[in-house]
T-cell receptor
Framework: ETGVTQSPTHLIKTRGQQVTLRCSSQ?????VSWYQQALGQGPQFIFQ???????GRGNFPPRFSGLQFPNYSSELNVNALELDDSALYLC????????????FGPGTRLTVL | ELKVEQNPLFLSMQEGKNYTIYCNYS?????LYWYRQDPGKSLESLFV?????AVKQEGRLMASLDTKARLSTLHITAAVHDLSATYFC???????????FGSGTKLNVKP
């Protein structure tokens, strides 16, 4: 069984640029959630995708957007990058149901200069 | 908005001792999660608690949920160095598909 994978591992961008992060969900999982984790803090929920639609969103501006594909993989897009966007971005996959237990990928470390 | 508070934020303990991490949440949450994170690593799911009075145990860790008090606890029994990590609790808001994490408890178990 393949776990959750994310790419790239690390990324350096400059302010104002755009970035796309990718996530492949664990086999059999149909839901993907994205989180932002700043250094020394807990993860902040960005949004969740189920059946290729956003079905939950945290307090993030519209420049954070996403996609889910028919194979349940997902992308997180961030436009007009700001210095505060520097963080670890985590993807988690799960199965919609009673437990909705989320399994996390290794993360993408984004640095905005 | 669901707010999740953990305490303590930092915990240094000796091997062999017992301790409890507390997780309070502000409004109803239909499920409560516990995760472990090692430095520079991702999150590992430990427990999912659904109902009032739920108790789950795995090795030296035991988690419980009191929905009336809006409190979950993670109890560590006879700590060992390998348990050193940051532990997070998280809740899911009742009416909206949103997840909220606490700030984490950084546990250091000294030999």
């Amino acid at each position: 069984e393949t776990g959750v994978t994310q790419s790239p591992t690390h990324l350096i961008k400059t302010r104002g640029q755009q970035v796309t992060l990718r996530c492949s969900s664990q086999s059999g999982h149909n839901t993907v959630s994205w989180y932002q984790q700043a250094l020394g803090q807990g993860p902040q929920f960005i949004f969740q995708y189920y059946r290729e639609e956003e079905n939950g969103r945290g307090n993030f501006p519209p420049r954070f957007s996403g996609l889910q594909f028919p194979n349940y993989s997902s992308e997180l897009n961030v436009n007009a990058l700001e210095l505060d966007d520097s963080a670890l971005y985590l993807c988690a996959s799960s199965v919609q149901g009673l437990y909705n237990e989320q399994f996390f990928g290794p993360g993408t470390r984004l640095t905005v200069l | 908005e669901l707010k999740v508070e953990q305490n303590p934020l930092f915990l240094s303990m000796q091997e062999g001792k017992n301790y409890t991490i507390y997780c309070n949440y502000s409004t109803t949450s239909d499920r409560l999660y516990w995760y472990r994170q090692d430095p520079g690593k991702s999150l590992e799911s430990l427990f999912v608690l659904l109902s009032n009075g739920a108790v789950k145990q795995e090795g030296r860790l035991m988690a419980s949920l009191d929905t009336k008090a809006r409190l979950s606890t993670l109890h560590i029994t006879a700590a060992v160095h390998d348990l050193s990590a940051t532990y997070f609790c998280a809740g899911r808001s009742d009416n909206f598909n949103k997840f909220y994490f606490g700030s984490g408890t950084k546990l250091n178990v000294k030999p």
